[in-house]
């Protein structure tokens, strides 16, 4: 018998992290188990160092130092920047030279969950190459033991500096701040402190409970107490980011919360500006509205898959310097390093609001009006998922509607579209719709609703409020 061998439970290993529940899904021999398997490729392929970070929650202490132990198992020297937000971490890489990096965070799921984020060199870690973590654990497959080193480096004020010097504007904005309690706190204040304008930041301190509010900020409800001190404090603006700080929310100057495809109309304009023609990516749950305003502003518009990792995949093999999720995953290319970095994106949000004529609510306001449903999330068993988009998408051809397949089915008609997708990392079945006009939109979720029930699945309630968008 090989003298490691690890079983993971099968819901831990996703497709673009690795997740659980602690004391039920995930643990400190899981952390360890990463630690060698992942720290076992990293040695394969010549590597010498990796970086490791973590989140504030309350169990990410305990899975780090697993974690850590796991690595230096495989003789590596592991760089330990402490707790901060995700994208701190991906800088470190980039900054340290580090040959991988993992970071140990739950992003915006609730307390009792937790996870790990990785990258290989400089490319997301992914699909099968978590799956194949699995594989080496269970086999044993890892490289002899050794004894390795590690030591703690403090990146933070580096990565400031370094975001900071990508500030262009030419005045200083009002801004109010909620990082949730999540581990961007620290680093917002200092990011904070240092820009021009006036600036409150709500909710800073690092709080694993997340007492004030879930740190989810594409959830209108988790915004609520931003847009309250923007309205009280006659703000420009309010920036909020999840529970690591890669992604962003953003509610102008009226408390009404932009979309994640509407402030990427936002920053694409400005990014097109130095980069005429350049292609911005965007993932298929966006707005018509954002890919009709890039080729508008003289882009290219690319629609692609949803997650992180395909789309930073995806910016690399095009050389996009721009991409975004409706999720608020943003990812500039252009001065910076191609993964998603929720503080980064602010700084440069505030650069083109900073020298802009209109406030960034009258930049919403001007945007054309679509009526949209919330993402429509509803279980569907994992062996089922992907066969339902393909039965759906097999009918739709022999219909012959008009189909984008880049990531399930997005249906175009005369009233605007609607998306059938499958998850990558629940058991659930996602769908969407988008209309010019209420009867266009009820149209459409009537035909979304006969597909799904045609798959012998219930219809999902679609009685969530539409987004005006």
């Not at 937000?85 to 991906?90: D, F, K, R, S, V």
């Not at 879930?214 to 529970?243: C, M, S, W, Y």
Request: charged fraction near 20%.
């Amino acid at each position: 018998m090989p003298a490691f061998q690890h079983q993971f439970h099968k819901t831990s290993l996703r497709e673009y992290d690795i997740r659980g529940i602690i004391g039920e899904t995930l643990g400190g021999d899981d952390a360890y188990a990463i630690g060698r398997c992942f720290g076992s490729v990293v040695v394969r392929a010549g590597g010498k160092k990796v970086a490791v970070g973590y989140d504030g929650r309350l169990s990410s202490p305990m899975l780090e130092e697993r974690l850590v132990a796991g690595l230096m198992d495989c003789g590596l020297h592991v760089a330990r920047i402490g707790c901060g937000p995700t994208p701190m971490l991906y800088f470190a890489a980039y900054a340290l030279g580090a040959d991988g990096a993992v970071m140990v965070t739950g992003s915006h799921n609730p307390p009792n969950y937790n996870g790990f984020k990785s990258m290989i060199g400089k490319k997301p870690f992914f699909g099968k190459d978590i799956q194949g973590l699995g594989v080496m654990a269970a086999a044993g497959d890892v490289v002899p033991a050794a004894q390795g080193t590690s030591e703690q480096v403090d990146v933070a004020e580096q990565y400031v500096t370094r975001m900071l010097k990508d500030f262009d504007g030419t005045r200083g904005l009002k801004v109010v701040w909620d990082p949730g309690n999540g581990s961007g706190g620290a680093i917002t204040e200092m990011l904070a402190a240092r820009l021009p304008g006036t600036h409150s930041v709500i909710n800073a301190k690092i709080d694993g409970n997340f007492p004030n509010h879930h740190p989810d900020p594409t959830v209108l409800k988790n915004l609520e107490q931003i847009i309250a001190k923007v309205r009280e404090t006659g703000a420009d603006l309010g920036i909020a980011f999840d529970g690591d700080a890669d992604r962003i929310g953003v509610v102008d100057g009226k408390g009404h919360m932009l979309f994640g495809d509407q402030l990427l109309v936002v920053l694409a304009r400005d990014v097109l500006r130095d980069h005429p023609g350049a292609t911005i990516i965007a993932d298929v749950k966006a707005s018509q509205v954002l890919f009709d305003e890039v080729a508008k502003a003289g882009g290219t518009p690319l629609m692609w898959k949803t997650g992180h990792s395909l789309i930073k995949q995806k910016m690399a093999e095009t050389g996009a310097p721009l991409a975004g999720e409706m999720s608020g995953h943003t990812f500039y290319a252009d001065k910076w390093y191609g993964f998603d970095d929720a503080l980064y994106s602010a700084v440069r949000l505030l650069g083109v609001l900073g020298r802009a004529t209109q406030t960034l609510a009258e930049m919403h306001d001007a945007l054309p009006k679509v009526l949209n449903t919330p993402e429509l999330r509803f279980d569907c068993e994992e062996e089922r998922k992907f066969a339902v988009v393909k039965e759906v998408a097999d009918r739709l051809a022999a219909s012959g509607a008009k189909v984008q397949a880049v990531d399930g089915v997005r249906v175009l008609t005369d009233d605007g579209w609607w998306l059938l997708r499958a998850s990558n990392t629940q058991a659930v079945l996602v769908a969407r719709a988008e209309a010019r006009t209420e009867a266009g939109l009820e149209r459409l979720k009537a035909q979304l609703a006969a597909q799904i029930t045609a798959s012998g699945l219930p219809v999902p309630d679609f009685s969530g409020e539409n987004a005006g968008h």
